[in-house]
């Protein structure tokens, strides 16, 4: 069983609906990271969380810690959102490892 | 500031060639970690180096190793390519001085073993 967990795998939304992506994991970890992937490889960081929730424009994180659960909410959806997110920890395992990743989330938003 | 820099952008090998590539962290950043990505396996992670030391390794084999020189620039080699070492490797600088910094990713290496 991967450590972490993303769902969905695929969405497919139009313009202007919310869309929530998932990760769970189950592991104790020191933080979680929130990427964005466009085709072509360049990945972006958009949020870091340790507790709580943080907000980004139309992008908002939260994370709970006793449930080992995080989201990524995305309100008022644009095609240009299109891209592969994904959720990754780092691993409290003693040390400063290294970030465990989920296999991501194809988002498509059709205009 | 500038970006976190990966060259070359693009590689060709063959099966049993080396291959060495290349990171310049953001100014001032001093962690340099490694991932590769392939579309089975998704992202893992290779290393991490933080002030020309190794910190952390992932679960790959011997062939795959790196380096950080005095300047925080990074290099990682991939020896006895195999064709399963076809992949994106990324690189991401980060501050360092926590084990839970945010990471800023570089755009990329392809290398494609033939």
């Known amino acids: 069983k991967n450590e972490v967990e993303q769902s969905p795998q695929n969405l497919t939304a139009q313009e202007g609906e919310f869309i929530t992506i998932n990760c769970s994991y189950s592991?104790?970890?020191?933080?979680l990271h929130w990427l964005q992937q466009h085709p072509g490889g360049g990945i972006v960081s958009l949020f870091m969380l340790s507790s709580g929730k943080k907000k980004h424009g139309r992008l908002i994180a939260t994370i709970n810690i006793q449930e080992k659960h995080s989201s990524l909410h995305i309100t008022a959806s644009h095609p240009r959102d299109s891209a592969v997110y994904i959720c990754?920890?780092?691993?409290?395992?003693?040390?400063?490892?290294?970030?465990?990743f989920g296999k991501g989330t194809h988002l498509i938003i059709q205009p | 500031k500038a970006g976190v820099t990966q060259t070359p952008r693009y590689l060709i090998k063959t099966r049993g060639q080396q291959v060495t590539l290349s990171c310049s962290p953001i100014?001032?950043?001093?962690?340099v970690s490694w991932y590769q990505q392939t579309p089975g396996q998704g992202l893992q992670f290779l290393f991490e180096?933080?002030?020309?030391?190794?910190?952390n390794k992932g679960n790959f084999p011997g062939r795959f190793s790196g380096r950080q020189f005095s300047n925080s620039r990074s290099e990682m080699n991939v020896s006895t390519l195999e064709l399963g070492d076809s992949a994106l490797y990324l690189c991401?600088?980060?501050?360092?001085?926590?084990?839970?910094?945010?990471?800023?990713f570089g755009p990329g290496t392809r290398l494609t073993v033939l």
């Open positions: 180096y933080f002030s020309e030391t190794q910190r």
């Open positions: 100014s001032g950043h001093r962690s």
């Open positions: 991401a600088s980060s501050p360092g001085t926590s084990g839970s910094d945010e990471q800023f």
């Open positions: 592991v104790g970890i020191s933080a």
């Open positions: 990754a920890v780092r691993i409290r395992r003693g040390g400063a490892d290294g970030l465990t």
